[in-house]
């Protein structure tokens, strides 16, 4: 899938809640820093796991489903199985009347899922990550510890 830079800059800047499904609490997995992160850029960031249900990450208590949270938000970011996106769209659509974007992480797909998404206005992303899409689209590379200078020959 291609998106462009300002349809992932407008998402990006738009949302300021995002649930993130399946994050751990393992500091080396993707799901913890991409969230921890997004937590750091000022976005608030509700952790879903029902392994973790009862700790708190990133200031916030993890809860078991989309279903226990009790505010909107804007995003979902999806990092779970490509199998198990329907179920979880299905219960963001249901929940989050004014839900604005499904985001599914890197290898991350659901064709049918996103079409269902996207014949409700809602926005999807697939197979992208909200972290390298916000420094690259806001310049942050260099500081995501990405080197975007000429590769040297001598390697």
């Known amino acids: 899938m291609t998106y462009t830079d300002s349809f992932l800059k407008e998402i990006l800047t738009r949302t300021k809640r995002v649930a993130i499904v399946g994050v751990s609490d393992n500091p080396v997995r993707a799901s913890y820093f991409v969230a921890r992160y ?9 952790p ?10 990133f200031g916030t208590p993890v809860v078991a489903s989309l279903l226990e949270i009790e505010e909107p938000v804007d995003m979902i970011d999806i990092f779970r199985r490509s199998e198990a996106v329907p179920a979880i769209v299905d219960d963001a659509l249901a929940h989050f009347p004014d839900l604005k974007t499904i985001w599914m992480q890197i290898g991350v797909e659901h064709v049918e899922a996103a079409a269902t998404a996207q014949e409700r206005g809602v926005d999807v ?26 590769i040297s020959s001598k390697l």
């Open 38 to 46: 997004l937590s750091l850029r000022g976005y608030t960031v509700i």
């Open 48 to 57: 879903v796991n029902p392994l973790l249900t009862g700790q708190t990450l």
């Open 125 to 150: 992303v697939q197979n992208r990550c909200p972290k390298i899409e916000y420094q690259r689209l806001f310049g942050e590379l260099r500081k995501g510890g990405f080197n975007t200078g000429i």
